[in-house]
């Protein structure tokens, strides 16, 4: 199979999950690989973040280099209860039987990591697989013609290929460069996220909850999620609380203890506040069809049911394809490359659109707030209304028939 530009690597810019799950499938397919970062060799990214990787993307890294699926299958938490809760009271409970691979493969359902942890797994399933890394390199200018693209970094250096695909992220220099807008809006308001330690030796339920109008935060809604070594708190804040109201480590020492206990301050190992954004690039590839971008370079969505990162899971795969097989068939690349862009575009969009209706379950309008009340109070008489409390935060399903 040929490989880049004159035998040269394909460049990936960016090397958070999106960017190395694409280095990842191009070295599956038998292309040089080179993935410019502009952080440096021993950054360490820190945080849960993302921390639900779904059995789709498991299914992906797995074929992208064998056993890397399951070695994060394995490392992950994979909960079997999941409960909801409305002022205290809870309206949902569900506990799942404990077979959870799903039998062909054995990978289960979900695995729940920080993802550090991932993009651990990912760099050295990189580096396994011959996957050359460039850090210190910040890419800032992309110049394409019909033939290739250079990019050049902030210190001066050039790289040239036939392709790049773009994950560096939500403020995309390669996407700023090309001059491609992100198209969409911010949320009002904030949330604060917090991941807490286990204790040592503890022994704390391994479950999922979500809380609305939680007591303890007077009414705001959190959600707490298990991950392996730990917990991650979403705390949703009000569209006019104050950042020192909850946002702080002071305002976190005075609200945490209520939800998870006075002994919590010593545990806790990371603190991030963050708007919700739902933006879509106005195009995945530059007009060339040379640039493809994929990840948060082309989206950004609020992370209710996981879309950010397993959505740019599969485009980092369609992309890696797509320009494999641009490479094997050189007069059908640009087509190629339009087929991955029009595709995953769509699938973003559906994901931007599935996502709003989350959020208006999440920052309700009266009327919706008064159905929220209403359907808390039902539950004991009415399961299916307890049901819908537990499914409607997240968003209708996005399965892979609809592009997820
Ligand atoms: C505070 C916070 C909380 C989050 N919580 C969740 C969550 O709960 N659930 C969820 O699903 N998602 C969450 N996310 C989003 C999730 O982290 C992203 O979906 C995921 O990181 C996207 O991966 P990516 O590879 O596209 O981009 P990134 O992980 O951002 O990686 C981009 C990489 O490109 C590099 N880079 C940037 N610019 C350049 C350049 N010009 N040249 C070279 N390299 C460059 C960066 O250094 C970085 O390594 C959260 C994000 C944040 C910040």
Redesign the pocket.
Known sequence: MAAGKDGGPVLV?????????AALTLRAAGLPVLV????ARD?V?P??????VHRRSLRLLERARPGLGTRIAAYGTTWRTRRTLYRGREVFAQTFPRASGDGATDLPAFTSLR?VDT?RFLHEACTEAGVEFRFD????EVRTDGDGVTVT?RAGESWTAGHVIA????????REALGIPLEGARSDGYHV?VDVADPPGGDLPVERVFHYEHPGTGGRTVLR?PFTGGF?I?LQCRADDPPESFGTEKALRRWLPRLVGEDCAHRVLWV???HFLRKVAASFADPSGRVLL????AH??P??R?????S?IAD?VAAAEAVSAACSEPSRGPATVAGYASARRSAALYNSEAAGAALDHLRPRPWKRATQRAAAALSPVVPRCGEWLEHAPYGPRGGPARGY
Request: net charge negative.
């Open positions: 810019v960016g090397a958070g999950p999106v960017g190395m799950t410019l970062e502009a952080g950054r990214r945080g849960s973040r993302a921390l639900f993802q993009e390199a910040e890419v800032h970094d994950a560096d992220g939500a403020r995309s220099g390669v996220v999620v991650q979403d991030s506040r963050y994929a990840g948060e370079a950004l969505f992370p209710f996981a879309r950010g990162m397993n740019g980092a």
